[in-house]
């Protein structure tokens, strides 16, 4: 409850602040944007954090559960070290690598374009996906396991009844991670030829213009938070609830 | 039921965990795995469903090489139950019992049926129960439907590793009780592994008792406690075997099963008859289905028309499962020499006599002498 208090009470000034600066509608020598390229720009934003996020889930949980199998148990710790050097990396470091790398796979030719970003943004928002699905399932007590198999479940049956929704919490904590941390970074693809609201951001820090800056922190800010809410709630209401109760004894 | 021949579980690595172990276990009877840890029992357990693939030998069940079938199939008619319980926390009670029926793609209404059914056996109230998450129960009510769980589809083994090793030793006390009195209704042939030598006393119609995986003495919990057949299991038993034994002996281990009785309905002349051949002074008394109501005798008998005026009638007794230090102090109490053994629906089962529990008082005490 308290919590949400706090949320709110962030969200309400962020939208102030926004506003307030959005109607300053001139800084010194410097034009503010207008509410509709706050609105254009947030729209690129997210799409431009939709594509990663997409791929991300997808191949983040694949990755992060295969490397659960028994078969493929070797590969865990280089993907896991792939993963954690990832990580480790500065998230500016991993668009710029990307946009200095010779390279075109498929239709994406890198370079200091959108793909580029979108590819940037995806392998960073990768890690908490991929590392969270592979804690959820590898975390599921043995016991539990043993049982399945000992009662002759199949292993398929034991992935989709026992481990999937067992794991779902954290999978889904692991997306909205990545979600937040995406709609932060994506601040910086700007640099890279992405969109979004890194435009205004980088608009006012070249200007020198604080309020500037403030326009494009703002409403990222209050994407990242509202993503994260939604996100959250969506996770509370696919979480089983016989998780949940143990969640509230422990 | 169950037949191993010459079963070997050797690791990659040149462990034997195994050592060509060959038993069998009768239908219907519990059979205890016993031993120190490190000694096979669970591994030779888990080779009967195949958890744990077999290097060399056979497991047969019901005289069917148990790789021949398919691993799925083999393990839904075999109940595994083992000490962390495994229950599947995202699930109800319901849906954890209601596992292998699902599986074995029993129709709705046969599986709400049944994990009623489980629920009322473990004794838990299914309308208050069936609901509710693992995560709302306590230790105890957990291993109950752990164990109901491993009851589902009925099978007629039951695999069971430590089962109540998890639970306090007074929860744990009250468990195996309720867990014999399950069995006498439900007949399962089980295994049980524990490290715990009362509990395998209690528990078992035969221990196996193992060491180093090899197969040290398979023998009735009697056997094992009086005539241990080396150093490893007189140690493993303990060295306060005799009185542990008189605490820790059940009542069917020293009873006499065939008892000489008269029925209600029978001649006096014929009561005289069998009074005379039993060579005692009294004659228990039983009705035609053969329920236990009392006693005669031949100063009873004299004058009588009937065996069943002749009667003294006495409600005294016990179950073969009952403790025989219990049995003692309740035959004392009864004032008769013999305490009649009765099943739960009142049959006589077998005669507890003086001269038995005596007889293993004598065994006991010699043991010890021979020991010291």
């Known amino acids: 409850m308290r919590r949400r208090i706090v949320l709110i009470s962030i969200l309400v000034i962020l939208i102030g602040l926004t506003i307030w600066v959005t109607n300053m509608g001139k800084v010194g020598i410097f034009n503010m944007f207008t509410y509709k390229d706050i609105l254009v720009h947030s729209f690129d934003h997210l799409v431009m954090v939709f594509w990663p996020l997409l791929f991300g889930i997808f191949i983040g949980t694949f990755l992060g559960v295969i490397v659960t199998r028994p078969g493929f148990s070797r590969l865990s710790l280089s993907v896991m070290g792939l993963v954690s050097m990832g990580q480790a990396m500065p998230s500016m470091a991993v668009i710029a690598i990307m946009a200095i790398l010779p390279l075109s796979i498929g239709f994406i030719h890198f370079g200091f374009n959108f793909q580029t970003a979108v590819v940037a943004l995806f392998i960073y928002g990768l890690m908490p996906i991929l590392r969270n699905s592979y804690a959820g399932v590898l975390n599921i007590d043995r016991a539990i396991i043993e049982s399945a198999e000992g009662m002759g479940m199949t292993k398929w049956q034991i992935f989709w009844k026992i481990e999937m929704p067992m794991a779902l919490p954290v999978i889904t904590t692991g997306i909205r991670i990545s979600a937040v941390v995406t709609v932060g970074t994506a601040e910086l693809a700007v640099l890279v030829g992405g969109k979004g609201l890194g435009t205004i951001t980088f608009t006012g820090v070249f200007a020198q213009e604080p309020l500037l800056i403030l326009q494009g922190a703002a409403p990222t800010a209050i994407l990242a938070i509202g993503l994260g809410v939604i996100l959250e709630f969506i996770e509370n209401w696919m979480t089983p609830r016989g998780l949940k109760i143990k969640a509230a004894n422990s | 039921m169950i037949r191993l021949e010459h079963v ?8 034997k965990a195994v050592d060509d172990i060959s038993l069998e276990v009768n239908e219907g009877e519990i059979c205890v795995f016993l031993g120190p840890s490190g000694c096979g029992k669970t591994t030779t357990m888990k080779m009967i469903n195949r958890l744990i693939p ?18 799925s199939d083999l393990r839904r008619d075999i109940g595994y139950a083992i000490q962390e319980i495994g229950l599947f926390t995202h699930m109800t009670v319901g849906q954890n019992i209601e596992t292998v029926p699902v599986l074995k793609g029993w129709s709705k209404e046969k599986r709400a049926q049944r994990v009623a059914e489980l ?14 998450y693992p995560a709302e129960l306590s230790g105890g009510q957990r291993q109950r439907v752990g164990v109901a769980r491993a009851l589902g589809a009925d099978p007629p083994i039951l695999l069971m590793d430590e089962p109540f090793g998890a639970i306090d030793p007074i929860n744990r006390v ?3 009780a309720e867990f014999l009195k399950i069995q006498q209704k439900i007949k399962k042939t089980i295994i049980f592994v524990t490290h715990d030598i009362y509990e395998a006393i209690k528990m078992g119609d035969r221990i196996a008792l193992m060491k180093d995986g090899k197969l040290v003495q398979y023998d009735t919990p009697a056997n094992i406690l009086y005539h241990p057949k080396d150093e490893f299991v007189e140690g493993f038993v303990g060295a306060d075997r005799a009185l542990k034994g008189l605490q820790l002996l059940r009542v069917k ?28 002074d009294s004659l228990p008394v039983v009705t035609a289905r053969g329920e236990f109501v009392g006693w005669t005798n031949v100063e009873r008998l004299e ?3 009937t065996v069943n005026d002749a009667m003294q009638a006495s409600s005294t007794a016990t179950d073969e499962n009952a403790v025989l230090n219990e049995a003692l102090s309740l035959m004392m109490a009864s004032g008769f020499k013999s305490l009649p053994i009765v099943d739960e629906t009142g049959n006589l089962k077998g005669m507890l006599t003086m001269d038995a529990i005596q007889q293993a008082l004598h065994e006991a005490i010699q043991s010890r002498e021979t020991e010291a």
């Not at chain 2, 006499?256 to 005289?272: C, E, F, M, S, Y």
């Open chain 2, 119 to 132: 629920l009322e056996l473990v004794r838990l109230n299914p309308v208050e129960y069936g609901n509710k």
């Open chain 2, 303 to 305: 004058g009588s028309a």
């Open chain 2, 174 to 176: 009250e468990l195996q």
């Open chain 2, 8 to 15: 070997s579980k050797i690791y990659p690595d040149g462990t």
């Open chain 2, 253 to 280: 281990e020293v009873m006499n099963r065939d008892v000489i009785t008269i029925q209600t309905d029978d001649t006096v002349n014929l009561a005289r008859e069998r009074l005379e051949k039993t060579g005692g």
């Open chain 2, 54 to 71: 077999i290097t060399s030998g056979t497991i047969f069940i019901n005289d069917q090489d148990n790789i021949k079938v398919k691993t």
